[in-house]
Structures are given as structure tokens and as C-alpha cells.
């Protein structure tokens, strides 16, 4: 069936584009927005993000997320990509969607700058980088790829959107990009590690017998191990880079001629 918008006839084909642009321009609008307040206000930007999750939770209008909503249409379903298994076109989507991120973060200015000022924001505003325009381009990116993943969530696995659809991706995306030490390649190896772990958890159970915390025990191990090596490396690092104790004379400077 065809639809007509402001004089255009758009196909049922062009649903799930539709419902993808909806979703990332509402989300790119939050993270801009969230991004203002880090220069505007000094305020971290994620517990702004809390505060308004757990409004957002809160808000107690009875006519605001008390039944989940129609179904989504079959045309703006995602496909599946393997007959009789979960696996559908989400998962390329995804892995377009890391790529474009690599390309951004290092073959592009803005990517410079926000790396730059992810490091440390001070040498970046002292180098001269444009440190406002790179907090807000990241969290309004950031905010394209929640919207982006949401979409394939609704489009793909639960068809609908009800009040606490997500069981907690947004901590769990924390844990992966840590793990993946926030280098987009990294990031998606252990997205397929977390999401392993979390879709095997379910038949460990129920065919072993074995609980299914065991999966949040194994995930917990693994990020504080990488967190040891981390502080081990720099504190090593800074050893290295102390001054010659007390005592021992500091070499002597070259001769000039």
C-alpha cells in the first residue's frame, strides 16, 4: 500500500527507513543537547543522563507508556538473514555503523578532536582544538547510534515499543566499549563476546542447570582484570618516568664544542 506525504507517493518499502531516521534524529537531539551541558554548566555528562533515565521511569502519567504500542508494521521489519535463527539485517547494520565510527574517529578532524579531548581536555583547548564543538559532536553521534540500535531492537526482535524494553543495554554498552578499549574494531569483538555470553546464558540454564548469573560473574571478571592490567601498565610507566632518587647525581650534559 502507498502513502501519500506533502504530495510525495512513498512505497510500504521505505518504512523501515522511515522509522530508523525518526529514531536517530530523536536521539541525536537528546545527545546534543546533553553535550551542551558539559561546557555550559560543568556537569558530567552522565549523570545528567541517569537523572533524566530515572525521570523518564518516574513519570507517573497514566496515559504514557501503560500498554506497549501497535505492532510494527510487517514492511518495516527487518529481515532475517538465516532461515529459522534470530540473525537478521541489524547485524550488518551494525557493523556499517562501526566502520563509519573508525572512519570519523581517525580520518576526520572532528574525530581528532574528540579523541583529543577525551584524552584530556585541557591540552586539547591549550592545542588550540575546538574542544565545545568535539563534546557536542560526540554525544550527539552518540545519540545517533543509541537511536540506530533502539530501531533495530524494535524493528528486528520485539516488534513493538513498550516501558523498559531494554534490559539494561546502555550499562552493558559501557562494560563493551571499556573491554574493547574504546577503539570501534575492539568494541565489536567484544560486543559478540558480551552477546554470546548473555544468549547462552539462557540455555546454560535451562539445559545445565547452571545459573545464568554466572554469565554477569564471568563478564564482571573479565572487565576488572583488563582494569588491573591497565593501572599495573601506567603505574609502571610512571615508575619509569620518575627522577633519579636521592643521592645519585643526574648525568652530565653533552659537551659543546
Known amino acids: 500500500m502507498k502513502k501519500t506525504i506533502r504530495g510525495f507517493r512513498m512505497s510500504s518499502r521505505f518504512l523501515p527507513v522511515r522509522t530508523f531516521i525518526l529514531a536517530v534524529c530523536w536521539t541525536v537531539v537528546i545527545g546534543g543537547v546533553l553535550g551542551t551541558a558539559r561546557p555550559a554548566r560543568s556537569v558530567e555528562v552522565v549523570e545528567v543522563s541517569l537523572e533524566l533515565r530515572e525521570g523518564g521511569d518516574n513519570y507517573d502519567d497514566p496515559c504514557f ?5 501497535d505492532p510494527v ?10 532461515g529459522g535463527y534470530r540473525v537478521h539485517a541489524g547485524l550488518l547494520m551494525a557493523f556499517a555503523a562501526a566502520g563509519l ?28 582544538l575546538h574542544i565545545t564543538r568535539a563534546l557536542i ?99 609502571l610507566i610512571a615508575r619509569g618516568n620518575q627522577p633519579a632518587e636521592a643521592g645519585v647525581p643526574p648525568p652530565a650534559p653533552a659537551q659543546t664544542a
Open 65 to 69: 507508556w501503560q500498554d506497549p504500542t
Open 73 to 82: 508494521a510487517a514492511a518495516a521489519r527487518l529481515p532475517r538473514l538465516i
Open 137 to 235: 559532536g560526540a554525544m550527539a553521534i552518540s545519540g545517533a547510534l543509541a537511536g540506530l540500535a533502539g530501531g533495530i531492537e524494535v524493528s528486528a526482535l520485539t516488534f513493538r515499543l513498550y516501558d523498559q524494553f531494554s534490559p539494561g543495554y546502555g550499562f552493558t554498552a559501557i562494560a563493551v566499549a571499556l573491554l574493547g578499549r574504546l577503539h570501534p574494531a575492539g568494541i565489536v569483538v567484544a560486543a559478540v563476546f558480551f552477546a554470546a555470553l548473555d544468549t547462552g546464558s539462557t540455555a546454560m540454564q535451562s539445559r545445565a542447570g547452571v545459573s545464568s548469573v554466572l554469565v554477569s560473574v564471568i563478564q564482571a571478571t573479565v572487565i576488572f582484570s583488563l582494569i588491573a592490567v591497565d593501572q599495573s601498565r601506567w603505574r
Open 101 to 128: 565510527s573508525y572512519g570519523l574517529l581517525f580520518r576526520t578532524v572532528l574525530g581528532y578532536e574528540m579523541r583529543a579531548a577525551g584524552l584530556n581536555r585541557v591540552a586539547a583547548h591549550l592545542a588550540g
